[in-house]
């Protein structure tokens, strides 16, 4: 079954860092895209970052641009996203997910799989 599992979530202050992990059996892991999401309460889920099966290309929201870094080590099958300068608006439910492919220009590609439980990221003083 191709589901993710997401972690490192948690309370944080405005302005502090969180740095989510997602894992993936291997044989997901190994040549795959990998993007992240988040449900912010009130609005639309959204994609906010990928990773390329490579780690050569990665793409990010303009929400989260500046603030967020993908990065993935292979050996333990771990995608990471480090998010810094954190704000309220920050807050919602995290999940990563499989893509068909991610872009510099185009941004994530379709995700597939099962969603993974996810991981809330709270950003409150």
């Known amino acids: 079954q191709l589901q993710l599992v997401e972690s490192g979530g948690g309370l944080v202050q405005p302005g502090g860092s969180l740095t989510l992990s997602c894992a993936a059996p291997?044989?997901?892991?190994?040549?795959?895209?990998v993007g992240w999401f988040r449900q912010v309460p009130g609005k639309e889920q959204e994609g906010i970052s990928c990773?390329?099966?490579?780690?050569?290309?990665?793409s990010y929201a303009d929400s989260v641009k500046g603030r967020f870094t993908i990065s993935r080590d292979a050996a333990k099958r771990t995608v990471y996203l480090q998010m810094n300068h954190l704000t309220p608006e920050d807050t919602g439910v995290y999940y990563c997910?499989?893509?068909?492919?991610?872009?510099?220009?185009?941004?994530?590609?379709?995700?597939?799989?099962?969603w993974g439980r996810g991981t809330q990221v709270t950003v409150s003083s």
């Open positions: 990773m390329s099966s490579t780690g050569g290309t990665t």
């Open positions: 291997r044989f997901a892991f190994d040549n795959s895209n």
């Open positions: 997910s499989l893509l068909s492919g991610c872009s510099a220009r185009r941004g994530l590609g379709a995700r597939f799989g099962s």
